[in-house]
């Protein structure tokens, strides 16, 4: 078994707006708020509820025979099928005879995307679940002008998400079934072996730790979702998700930082903050100027940049402590 | 006591140019040359000598009461002497009264520079010090057109040089005293906290390991020169110096590059190599982008930056491995 780090990311019950905006907003962890009045979607959403109300409603869906979904090697793939025959493949362990993709054993991942135009625009539960939308009360501990997108999420059972970043503020609401969420926070950024927003560490729980020795030095935190809880994630906190059996979330996204930080044609709301991706790009185009050089200067002189990177840190950090102890 | 690995530096017999440049140059590792013929100054070059011919030289000289000198905290000034001066200084521990400029116990250094337009071109022992430049044969183990500078180095009892590299290969020639000589791989640069070129780590025998816990990771190469020796410093190699009586050294430097990728104003021969140098220039502006953004992104998205360069390191890495096995 492991030897890092684990916390429980700690429960909050009959939070009010106010609690949440001047007490757990602020701190940037999660936290597990319970006892929210979500509406009826809790008790209203079975299986035959759902087929009847969005039945015929076309979703794409990730579909792999992994368990561990894996945004890099893209062991899945998107298929188009009925909400009601995701509903039914996702509650089976082993699909009926003939009637599944890749193997009887396969899992499910839906995201929800906007019904006018599929990724090119934001998800609106609203609008592309009319019928079912009514049944969510969102929790409106943010300004109206701040929302950015609700999403309807569905996972068969044991379907593991990958682990990665969103850049906005979310609300992951449990409607049905339970969830194991880890999550860890964006300081253990360097322990995580990224590749772009997401981890290339694909099983956290049996990482292979020749190839990911500092993963040892990333802090877990984990929590169980149950329906009607409400996990708060934290702009840039990383996170997997584990559908302990089936599974519908809603969540619900929102601009915590100034609007101008945002891409525009963000519709995942995963986009590089504007002035990082800028900087990000500009880094990598910088290492360019390398390829001339022989391997060993490469690799000083990536070193060299490393260093610097890690001196503007050192700097700020020095900043910030000079200005609070004001 | 340090608990971290040392390897002593290597010491060859009677090289030939054909061995160095075949054998020891393409190692790319610091070796220690003996017995090579460096001309009649190991004989010639005793402190009356040295006064005789050159005593009314004007020298600018490195003057502490730290033997550690330090580059980053200036722990030293600069003082115009004659040579006859700092040579009669250099072999005291303890000046004489009211003959000093900081304390009795002080430490000296001397890099000769250019007498034609101090600090403006490249130092030649052929030219700046004409009366002893005959005594030294410089050993010829590079082309007549890679030839860059020759330094004459002076060395007061316990002076220590601080941890630094240069971008051009070197041979450190021992004239007169002893010389320990600790050096550290450039693959290593990650463990020495640098600040551009140089290391943050003052006394690399009794570092803070609170401050710079990796440096234990680091490997130190340590030699003792004595007179006579020829040490081999490839660039990019750091490197530390401290003279363990008085010393003389002459320090050959050429470009072992193609030259196209030197800076012109170089005449230190410490100058990052021109795309080494725009590289680190555009990722320190690209840096810039996350001031407008809260401390805790600015730190996120810095530790991004750190990775992709980490990630074009082990994709160098990984072509390199392909190219070697075709």
Redesign the interface.
Known sequence: MMNYDTNLVPSYYDVTKEYFITKLHVK?QPAVLCGIDIGPCVEKWTSDYLIEKSGSTIVKVHVGSEANMNFLSKNFSYKTLTFEQLVKRSKKKIQDDNDYFFSPKEYYYLRSLSNERRGKQVANLKTDFPELADDVKLPCFFADEQFFSSILRLGSLGMQMWTHYDVMDNFLIQVQGEKRVTLFS??D??FL???GDKSEIVDIDNPDLNKYPNFVKATRYDCLLRPGDVLFIPA?WFHTTQSLSFCINVNVFWKN?DAH?YEKNDYYGNK??I??S???Q??????N?????????????????????????ED?EKS?DKSSSK
């Open positions: 940037r964006p300081s950024a360097s072996y990224l590749d840039f930082l930080f590089d903050l002035p990082a800028k900087m990000l500009a880094v990598s185009k910088a290492m100027n390398l390829d001339s050089l022989p391997k060993d200067c490469k690799e000083f002189y990536a070193k060299r940049a490393i260093r610097l990177i890690e001196k503007t840190l700020n910030a």
